[in-house]
């Protein structure tokens, strides 16, 4: 039997969950990804849908907008997903994944499925066939420039930062303690280890984070491109390097993510002035990374300055914190909602090269590519969810959004349309009616992913 084909070119989180649903309805799908011959600068593996920032995918709760966009993947048949769910780790109401056993999953699967050809070439040039742009927001250079030449639109860029990792066992247990937020906790003691800081000791660190020296940008990396002038670096908000945040303010650390909020120290009952957070890394929980401590200090001064924070004076590093160039398309511009190029009906775009930020929406989006592709080739309607569900809605923002205040966006609760009256008194009572309406109209236009 013949089988439509279709190309797909990045194999991470979004070209891998493509691949898998275009495959499952059907498709001959073939798989690029030019890990391991070529690296990215920030992937250490050539394993598919290898996770660079952070371990968690974010909320698992359903009246949380990212575990409300996770339901609704999980209800359309996720990939990755699955798979994160089988290699989860201890997270509180988070969903955390050992990185290097789903990232193995997700190319176990990928490898054994008998639609599925996975080719470790790179891509330079868009295929003249029908393709799913997933290469990720470190495109290289060869495609981003094919890109920009089909799409005629200038390329935005913005920066984006990773936390440390550290072994477990060289944390000071004597110092840090274990704890989740208001006792939100899978085992016994909480599921995080907390480093609690008095006021002296947070403005200790805060003086010397802001004088630390910092890695110059790569080549590649400079805001030198049209649009970004030199020397103002464009950071996403929802990503920010610690020192870039703590430079707003002598708190702003303090309110962000080292804020203590329900937290208390289990040998003193009160609250510190703040915490940095440390969260399971892998099943083994011989690793752990900082929670919120993107950063691209010298690793030496990363030593230096973390060590500050109690508990962490003889930490054991096995992955420093480092930034790297994210880019992205001008998607109001250039694609529907349905994640198809208006100018070419044939090619998708999915990931967060389309403005769709964080894991989730970067699995999500994959996942309606993937559907969308195959029904294109297929001959069927497309699915366009619509914008009362979560992932309807950030397809809806990242191709509706005004193009000059354009920047990436994870699901919020904000981008949905208001709730129908009554009104809903509370945050999370309206949280739970903005979900409960959302996996209602998801299942009522099942017949367009199904």
């Known amino acids: 039997m ?13 070209g891998s969950e493509a ?34 920032c952070s371990n968690s995918l974010g909320s698992n709760l359903p009246d949380r907008a990212s575990g409300l966009l996770k339901e609704e993947a ?23 994944v050992d990185r290097e056993a789903f990232a193995a999953e997700v190319t176990r699967r990928l490898q054994a499925h008998p639609r599925i050809t996975l080719c470790r070439e790179e891509v330079r040039q868009l295929p003249d066939a ?5 290469s990720g927001p470190l495109t290289a250079d060869a495609l981003a420039a094919d890109l920009a030449a089909f799409t005629g639109a200038d390329h935005l860029f913005f920066f984006d930062a990773i936390s440390p990792i ?54 590649f990396e400079r805001a030198m491109e049209q649009g970004v002038t030199a020397g103002a670096h464009r950071f996403f908000e929802g990503c920010l390097p610690i020192e870039i945040l703590a430079a707003r303010g002598q708190d702003a650390l303090a309110y962000g993510p080292m804020r203590p909020v329900g937290l208390r120290h289990p040998r003193t009952g009160r609250r510190p002035y703040a915490v940095l957070q440390l969260r399971q890394d892998n099943q083994a929980a011989s690793l752990y990374n900082l929670v919120g401590f993107q950063t691209n200090l010298r690793f030496a001064e990363q030593k230096r300055v973390f060590g500050l924070i109690p508990g962490l004076a003889n930490a054991e590093y096995v992955r420093y914190g480092q930034m790297h160039r994210n880019t992205f398309i ?28 964080g894991y989730a929406g970067n699995i999500a989006t994959g996942l309606l590519a993937g559907i969308n592709a195959a029904r294109h080739l297929r001959g069927q309607t497309l699915c366009q969810l619509p914008p009362t569900t979560m992932l309807g809605a950030l397809c809806t923002y990242i191709t509706q959004a005004p193009l000059d205040e354009f920047q990436p966006m994870k699901a919020n609760f904000g981008i949905m349309p208001p709730l129908e009256d009554p009104p809903v008194k509370g945050k999370r009572a309206r949280a739970a009616r903005y979900a409960e309406r959302a996996l209602q109209d998801l299942e009522a236009c099942r017949d367009t992913w199904s």
């Not at 048949?77 to 988070?94: E, H, Q, Y």
Request: proline share 6%.
């Open 330 to 357: 001008a998607a109001p511009r250039l694609l529907t909602p349905a994640l198809q190029f208006k100018a070419r009906p044939d090619r998708w775009c999915a990931g967060q090269i389309t403005g769709a930020e």
């Open 2 to 14: 013949a089988f439509p084909e279709l190309q797909i070119i990045g194999a991470g989180l979004a």
């Open 130 to 134: 029908p393709v799913i742009i997933a």
């Open 166 to 219: 550290v072994t477990a066992e060289s944390i000071d247990m004597q110092l840090a303690f274990r704890a989740s937020r208001y006792d939100r906790s899978e085992q016994a003691g909480g599921d995080y280890i907390n480093c609690p800081l008095d006021r002296d000791e947070y403005e200790t660190f805060i003086a010397a984070l802001l004088a630390a020296d910092r890695i110059p940008l790569k080549s």
């Open 19 to 52: 691949a898998w649903q275009a495959a499952e309805r059907d498709v001959a799908v073939t798989l690029y990804e030019m890990r391991p011959h070529r690296s990215t600068g920030a992937h250490t593996s050539g394993d598919c849908a290898e996770l660079v």
């Open 74 to 96: 999980r209800r359309m048949g996720s990939l990755c997903l699955a798979c994160a769910d089988a290699c989860a780790v201890p997270a509180g109401g988070a969903l955390a």
